[in-house]
């Protein structure tokens, strides 16, 4: 007797929640990387043109007096990141994502405004370096609650096994602004005269930079929120506390070693291959650029490969100790040979190593903490982790090479803050919370 098998159709009405969890996902990913994107792309300019915005707001004596001041600028904003952590992440937790990241968006935007629109200290005299460090703090503040709330809603916002991959668009955000903005010095620095960068062109990634504002804020306005607090619980943790200091304290260690690669590498680099290694203006960008392109494709795959793993500190005691172990042998190889043959490669183990830790680095970070402290507990970390071995790390850098006179001052500066993060890793507790 023949016997026929009748193909399994899925019920007709589940068919479009998966094409409506598919449009979720894309926007979710969509509002939060606009987001970043533009935080990440205004710091990539501003380091990129760190030496000509010296020159033009911080007219002092000395070959690296203005580079020092332009670098204690571009450190200010990442000194205010931990208020805008703290502030801003607790607004996410009492208000929600959506109504934080509304809030950074439009404060980026109006930092970017002011140092893209700022006169010059010719112009004005001591108001344009000030007008610079105010644009600086505001952009300072609001990215102290953005990558604390944008990184706690894309975490929210997907399944357990999916939580790597929308969490590694946060970082892929990074490395197309990086992309982006290496791209514009590039193209800056082929097509202007020397005169016309100085006096215009360097103002031009600043504001197309402000076009993603207002789209970004759009976008946001729409999105569902994934926190809803109520009055008994949006300020405290399931111990009816408002904060987990040691886990806070901890966290941030593990943050500091790929915080202190990421900076020196991908927004430092460039002025020390020009100072250090004396590689022509434009080919120094180049490095940046290839940074960017890794970031960017590399972290949704390395969510990815972080989701079928499942556990997280594997990745993160591999890729912590090789990331340790490469540094001197890649530095040493672009001092003696200062061409793209050896220093893309170089910059590319580095960063390839740091875009498979962090998906997994996040989410350890993340999973850590109860959803109700979860916003202002990433933001505290990550503000205080970027801002004290990140942001001031080429000024703390191009301070220790004229103090040294070492050209492997930052080599010796990744070690330590990696060494950190290795010792930090066994004493945070791998957990997994909704």
Not at 215 to 227: C, K, Q, W
Not at 264 to 293: E, Q, R
Request: proline share 6%.
């Amino acid at each position: 007797m023949k016997t026929t098998c009748s193909p399994v159709v899925l019920p007709r009405d589940r068919l479009p929640d998966v094409a409506a969890d598919v449009a979720t996902h894309r926007r979710v990913i969509l509002a939060t990387s606009l987001g970043n994107a533009l935080e990440f792309f205004d710091f990539t300019v501003y380091s990129f043109f760190a030496a000509l915005i010296g020159k033009l707001f911080f007219p002092v004596e000395g070959v690296q007096g203005p580079l020092l001041l332009s670098f204690a600028t571009f450190g200010a904003g990442f000194v205010i990141r931990p208020i805008g952590g703290v502030v801003i992440g607790a607004y996410a937790d009492r208000r929600g994502r959506k109504a934080a990241m509304t809030l950074t968006i439009l404060l980026m935007a109006l930092g970017t405004a002011l140092i893209g629109l700022s006169p010059t200290y010719a112009q004005i005299g001591l108001a344009a370096p000030l007008l610079i460090v105010a644009g600086r703090l505001i952009q300072g503040f609001s990215a102290g609650g953005e990558v604390g709330a944008s990184t706690t809603f894309l975490m929210e916002s997907a399944a357990v096994g999916t939580r790597g991959y929308l969490v590694s668009w946060q970082l892929a955000s990074q490395g197309a602004s990086a992309l982006a903005g290496a791209l514009c010095g590039v193209l800056l620095s082929h097509t202007l005269s020397p005169a016309a960068l100085e006096s215009w062109g360097w103002r031009v990634p600043f504001l197309l930079g402000l076009l993603i504002g207002p789209v970004g804020m759009y976008i946001r306005s729409n999105l569902n929120e994934t926190h809803h607090a109520t009055p008994r619980t949006s300020g405290l943790s399931s111990s009816g506390t408002p904060y987990d200091v040691r886990r806070i304290v901890l966290g941030t260690l593990l943050m500091i070693g790929s915080t202190s690669s990421m900076y020196v590498v991908v927004f430092y680099l460039p002025s020390w291959l020009t100072n250090v290694a004396h590689l022509s203006g434009a080919a120094a960008f180049l490095p940046g650029g290839v940074a960017g392109l890794i970031l960017t494709l590399g972290s949704p795959l390395c969510g990815k490969l972080t989701d079928r793993l499942g556990r997280r500190k594997p990745i993160l005691y591999v890729t912590g100790i090789a990331g340790v172990l490469v540094l001197y042998p890649v530095f040493a190889l672009m001092l003696r040979a200062p061409v793209m043959l050896t220093i893309l490669p170089g910059v590319a183990v580095i960063i390839g190593l740091r875009v498979l830790a962090n998906p997994a680095g996040f989410l350890l970070l993340l999973e850590g903490f109860p959803r109700e402290i979860r916003g202002r507990s990433l933001g505290i970390i990550y503000s205080l982790g970027v801002s004290l071995f990140g942001g001031l790390a080429p000024f703390v850098v191009t301070w220790l090479i004229s103090v040294t006179k070492s050209p492997y001052a930052p080599v010796w500066y990744m070690v330590v803050c990696g060494l950190v993060s290795l010792v930090a890793l066994p004493m945070f507790d791998e957990r997994v919370k909704d």
